[in-house]
Every structure is written in structure tokens, then in C-alpha cells.
């Protein structure tokens, strides 16, 4: 069996678990938001009244007009990847010594594709409340989609990976789920981590902000200050991502999770649904914060948001300058650490262990849960489920952060000790 962080029973019960509880509650979230005014309550009523076959009754069958929108979306987005200009970026060294190159042209994937949503718009040639009125369709095709797509992505595995950085496990449901390929590409150019993670996941995050604002402003006439403070922290944060993207190709997502299940289906599924969840619920509850509340919010959330940018500028800088450069404004202290890669050979990597990487060892996820709490605030505390995005991304955080450690332990051994006993919390300085 695979190397795994948890035990292999636990690993099999959660793998098992997300499989397939992940689809259905995608429909759930949806369903709750949009038709039963997101209370847990009266959908928890439903299905004592209905059962299962409630749920069967509830699901939207993916229709036409579904997976046009889809398609259409996928394929605008492809294109842009493949044609848009940007500068040639060397990701890191992958465990076989491998470097992948990558175009970066994020920042104009995402500006083109804004102002050409909302020139559609604007001019009349396609509503993006129509988006909004086919969004369970939408979740159904994407979820049956991804997943048929994660079962090709297993398939060109086994049978045409794109370079050594693959191979299987020796496992199907693990090699499903965590995937066979670290970086597949359809021919040498088109990066398929970077398409789902990136420009379908991340896009659909802006896009479908927008779509929930303009739907809220075709019922109502006007745009609540909630709304509209929802809908800028989260094209902030997305336009952050965008302009750290080559950043981004460097992290745990690109750099060592394999294209599988967890990554690929997550970011084609589950961050269109559970990630913008917060502006779906807000469309049919718009709540007036008073100006100068709605400042406030919105300040802290883009401190937040800069906070979360600058840890991971600061770490990128470190290793880009080989640690020649300043840190809070002094020279950074460090650990040089060597390791040993698949084939064999041995390299260094330098720790940061001043500025905020002195303060825990994954501090920038505390800006990050803030960050997700702002922007669903000005929802107030009506209804939790608005919430469920900022308590699944702690969880998500936490494990991650022990899943990284324990990487890092095992990749770094003694070095790796050092810097704990240097910085000894994992998160939370002082707490965890
Ligand atoms: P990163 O991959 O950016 O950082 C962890 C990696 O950095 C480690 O694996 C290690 O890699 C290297 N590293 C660890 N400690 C140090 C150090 N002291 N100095 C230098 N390098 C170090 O983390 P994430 O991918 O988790 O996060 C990246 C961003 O994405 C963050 O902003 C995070 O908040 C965000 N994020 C958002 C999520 C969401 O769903 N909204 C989910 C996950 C992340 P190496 O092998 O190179 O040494």
C-alpha cells in the first residue's frame, strides 16, 4: 500500500467516504441554499418526509442547456490557456528531478474572461442570471463529468503518462483517488493541473460571484451592501490567486499532490459549489449592513487577504533570492536542509525561520480562515449552512498542515526536527 499520513484503515474510510458522500452533498448544499431558504432544518424536515427517494427526486438531471454553459466555459478557458501570451516559469524540481515549465498568463486568463462575461451581459447576448437559474443542473453534469474526466485521467495514466513523475500504487481505489500523474499534459504544452485547478476551478469562483451578484440585482432591483462585500472580498482573493498563480505552481496542490480524485474532481466540482457557497446564499437573502459596518468588513477581509499574499510572497522570495534578501526588513534567518530525491541525488533547500514563517510553520492559514469568514459575514448568523465553507476549510487547513509536516519530516528527516524546535507551533503561535 501507498504511503499515507493516517492509518491505512482510516485512509480507506475516508477516501470511501468522500467518494461518496461528495457528489450528493454538492446537490444538498445547492438544494438548501437555493429552495429551502438555507436552513438544515426544512431540508432535514424533506428528507424525513421523503426519504432517499426524495433525494433521487431533488437531484437535477444534467440537461442540454447544462452542458453547453459547461462546455462553452471549459473550452473558453482552454483556449485562453493555450493562447494567451506570458513569460516562460520553471516550476520546482519534481521527486524524479524533473522541472515543468509553464506558461504564465493567468492575470490576462482572468481579465479577458471577466470583461468578456460581462460585455456578454452588457450587451445583451447572454444573461448570467441564466447561469444562476441552471445551477443544480450545472453541479449535476459537472459532478458525473469530473468524474468520468478523473477516470480518464487514471487511464492516460497507466497508459500514457507524461513523464516519470507517475505510476501506480499497486492500489485502484488509491490510485483513483490520489491520482497516477504528478504533471499531465495533453502534448507538451497543455498542463491538465493547471486547467482544473486554475482556470475551470478558480475561474468559476470570479465567475460565478459575478453571476450571483447580477442575479441578486435582476430580483431585487439593486445590490445589498452584503452582497457587495461579499462579492469584492471574493474577487480580490481571486484576483490575488491570479496574480500569484506561478507562486501557486510552487505549493503542496501542484508541486506533490498527484492529478486525482481529491485534487482534480475537488477543483472542478467542489470549488464552483462549496467555495462560492456564501454568495449563493446570499442571492435570496440580502441583508443591509449600514455603510459604515460594511466598511469595516471589508477592510478587515482585504488585510486578511494581503496578509495570506505576503507569507506566501515572503517564502517564494526567500527561495527565489536563495535567501539574499530581507525579511521584515532585516536578513532572514534560516536552515539550510538537504535531502534526497527519488533517483537518488542529493539537493538543498533553504527553511525560512524569521518573519511570518518564524511565527508557526503554517501561519499563512490563519489569514486564509479569516479571509473566508469576512466575505461570509455580512450574511450575519441567520442560517449556519453559510458558514459551512469557512468550517470545512479549517478542517481542510488542519489536516493539511499535518499532512505537509509529515512530508516534510520524511523528506527533510534532522532538518526538518530543527526547524520544529525553532518554530514549535504548527498554526497558531502560542496555541497549536
Ligand atoms: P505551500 O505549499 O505554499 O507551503 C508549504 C511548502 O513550503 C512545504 O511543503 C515546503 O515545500 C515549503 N516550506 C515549508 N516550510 C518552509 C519554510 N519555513 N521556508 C521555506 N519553505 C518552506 O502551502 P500550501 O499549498 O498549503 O498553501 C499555499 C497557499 O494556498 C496559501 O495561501 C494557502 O492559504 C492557500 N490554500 C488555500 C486553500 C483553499 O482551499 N482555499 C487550500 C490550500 C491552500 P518544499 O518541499 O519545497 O520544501
Not at 486525482?260 to 467542489?270: D, E, P, Q, S, T
Request: contains cysteine; positive net charge.
Amino acid at each position: 500500500m501507498a504511503e499515507t499520513v493516517h492509518s491505512p484503515i482510516v485512509t480507506y474510510a475516508s477516501m470511501l467516504s468522500l467518494l461518496a458522500f461528495c457528489p450528493p452533498f454538492v446537490i444538498l448544499l445547492w438544494y438548501t441554499m437555493v429552495h429551502q431558504d438555507g436552513s438544515v432544518t426544512q431540508t432535514f424536515g424533506f428528507f424525513w418526509e421523503n426519504g432517499v427517494q426524495g433525494l433521487l427526486n431533488i437531484w437535477p438531471r444534467p440537461t442540454l442547456i447544462a452542458w453547453k454553459i459547461i462546455f462553452c466555459y471549459g473550452a473558453f478557458e482552454a483556449a485562453l490557456q493555450l493562447l494567451l501570451p506570458g513569460k516562460r516559469v520553471e516550476g520546482p524540481i519534481s521527486p524524479a528531478g524533473n522541472r515543468p515549465v509553464y506558461k504564465a498568463n493567468g492575470v490576462a486568463a482572468y481579465f479577458v474572461t471577466l470583461a468578456t462575461y460581462l460585455g456578454l451581459w452588457w450587451f445583451g447576448i447572454f444573461n448570467p442570471a441564466i447561469v444562476y437559474d441552471h445551477l443544480g443542473e450545472i453541479f449535476s453534469a459537472l459532478i458525473f463529468g469530473s468524474l468520468i474526466f478523473c477516470v480518464l485521467l487514471y487511464i492516460k495514466g497507466h497508459v500514457a503518462p507524461s513523464s516519470n513523475d507517475s505510476g501506480s500504487c499497486g492500489n485502484l481505489i488509491i490510485d483513483f483517488y490520489w491520482g497516477m500523474e504528478l504533471y499531465p499534459r495533453i502534448g507538451k504544452n497543455f498542463d491538465i493541473k493547471v486547467f482544473t485547478n486554475c482556470r475551470f476551478g478558480m475561474m468559476s469562483w470570479a465567475v460565478l460571484a459575478v453571476t450571483y451578484c447580477i442575479k441578486q440585482y435582476e430580483i431585487n432591483g439593486k445590490v445589498s451592501d452584503s452582497m457587495l462585500v461579499n462579492t469584492i472580498l471574493m474577487l480580490v482573493y481571486v484576483t490575488k490567486f491570479f496574480w500569484w498563480e506561478a507562486g501557486y505552481w510552487n505549493t503542496m496542490d501542484i508541486a506533490h499532490d498527484r492529478a486525482g480524485f481529491y485534487i482534480c474532481w475537488g477543483c472542478l466540482v467542489w470549488v464552483p459549489s462549496v467555495y462560492t457557497s456564501p454568495g449563493m446564499y446570499l442571492v435570496n437573502h440580502p441583508v443591509e449592513l449600514g455603510t459604515q459596518l460594511a466598511i469595516y468588513i471589508l477592510v478587515a477581509g482585504i488585510l486578511c487577504i494581503y496578509i495570506n499574499y505576503d507569507c506566501d510572497r515572503q517564502r517564494q522570495e526567500f527561495r527565489r533570492t536563495n535567501g539574499k534578501c530581507l525579511v521584515w526588513g532585516r536578513a532572514p534567518s534560516k536552515i539550510v536542509a538537504s535531502y534526497t530525491t527519488t533517483s537518488g541525488e542529493t539537493k538543498t533547500s533553504l527553511l525560512l525561520t524569521s518573519g511570518w514563517w518564524g511565527l508557526a510553520r503554517h501561519f499563512h492559514y490563519v489569514p486564509e480562515i479569516l479571509s473566508a469568514f469576512f466575505w461570509t459575514v455580512p450574511a450575519l448568523f441567520d442560517n449556519f449552512l453559510a458558514y459551512f465553507y469557512v468550517i470545512f476549510l479549517t478542517i481542510l487547513l488542519f489536516d493539511r498542515a499535518k499532512r505537509d509536516d509529515d512530508r516534510c519530516r520524511s523528506k527533510y528527516g534532522k532538518y526538518w526536527k530543527l526547524y520544529c524546535e525553532k518554530v514549535k507551533y504548527r498554526i497558531i503561535p502560542g496555541i497549536y
